[in-house]
Structure formats: C-alpha cells, structure tokens
C-alpha cells in the first residue's frame, strides 16, 4: 500500500516524463533555430504564434487568468504545428513590438 506522499511523487514524475516526451516531439518539430535571425542557443529560444493568436489561445484553452501550462501549450503545437515557430527571445519582442506599432497606425 502506498502512502499519499508516495502515490503524490509517483505523479509527478510521470507528468514531468509526460512533459519531456512532449517536449522532445514539439523541439523535433520546430527545431533549435530561430526563424528570423538564425540564432540557435536553446536558452533564449521560445515558441512564437505565427499569427499572432496566443491570447485568443490564452482565452479558449486557458484558465481563468489566462495561464496556459507548458503541457498544454506542447498539445496545442502538435495539433497545428504550421501556427508555431521558433523564434529568439529578442526576435519574439521585436515582433511583438512591430504588430503593436501596427495597431496604432
Ligand atoms: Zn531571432
């Protein structure tokens, strides 16, 4: 018989296993570069929406406060992987910076 703290530990490293196999699939599905600028160190890459979409994601598959988790974000790539990209940290802002600029005009 195992006890809550057991039972407790035994979930979470299935869902943190559950995590990287995901994560290993949207990485081979996106791959280790960014799209704009070429840059390819993995700790400042992130997955960047192609069409702008990530609050009407945050809205429909998010919690009340908007927060989409990791896991379901991964889902959500290899559902429609052709929405997504790699971008780099400093390309993402700068094109969050432009589709701003673009709604003021
Ligand atoms: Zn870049």
Not at 51 to 63: H, L, P, S
Request: aromatic share 10%; glycine share 4%.
């Amino acid at each position: 018989m195992q006890t809550k703290e057991e039972k407790l530990a035994y979930v979470r490293a299935w869902n943190k296993r559950r995590k990287l196999i995901l994560k290993d699939k949207v990485d081979a599905l996106l791959g280790f570069v960014c799209k704009r600028c070429g840059f390819s160190d993995i700790r400042a890459l992130c997955i960047d929406h192609v069409y702008n979409d990530g609050a009407a994601m945050k809205r429909t598959i998010g919690n009340k406060c908007g927060y989409v988790s990791t896991v379901a974000l991964y889902r959500q790539v290899l559902r429609a992987p052709e929405r997504y990209q790699r971008l780099c940290w400093n390309c993402n802002w700068i094109k969050e910076f432009e589709r701003r600029n673009s709604i003021l005009k």
